[in-house]
């Protein structure tokens, strides 16, 4: 099993983006859940301990991560055929009451 302790650097690089959707609003309301896009190797606890370094000024507590790989779509540029990367979308729960503040995300490091 791999360890729970991670560096700044393999956290910030673990966390692509948020998922930002009309359905991802959703479930954050209904289930207390955050959607972000990660790397396609991240494991999940790497995801855990990544969103709990990140928001550590906040105490965010990870209850639960679930993991999607998402296929890439293939689409038509004219007659030529092409084909978007795969990804992998993380489902982030975290504890009843808290929420995740992007605002007070800062970059580089915190002294």
Same mark, same amino acid.
Do not use: C, H
């Given at each position: 099993?791999r360890?729970?302790s991670?560096n ?8 692509l983006a948020p998922?930002?959707?009309e359905k ?5 309301e209904?289930n207390?859940?955050?959607i972000?896009?990660v ?7 790497e995801i855990k ?5 990140? !928001? %550590?000024?906040?105490k965010i507590? *990870?209850? +639960?991560v679930?993991?999607s790989?998402i296929?890439g779509?293939?689409?038509?540029f004219g007659?030529?055929?092409g084909?978007?990367s795969? !990804? %992998?979308?993380?489902y982030?729960g *975290?504890? +009843?009451?808290q ?5 007070d ?5 915190d002294?």
């Open positions: 099993m360890s729970r991670i700044q650097e393999r956290a910030m690089q673990i966390i998922q930002i959707s991802a609003t959703l479930i954050a209904k207390n859940q955050y972000f896009r790397l396609p190797d991240a494991a999940k606890d301990a990544a969103i709990e370094y990140l !928001w %550590k000024s906040q507590e *990870v209850t +639960k679930q993991i790989n296929k779509k293939e689409k038509r007659k030529f055929l084909k978007r795969n !990804w %992998k979308k993380a982030v *975290v504890k +009843k009451g929420e995740l503040s992007f605002s995300l800062k970059q580089g490091d002294k």
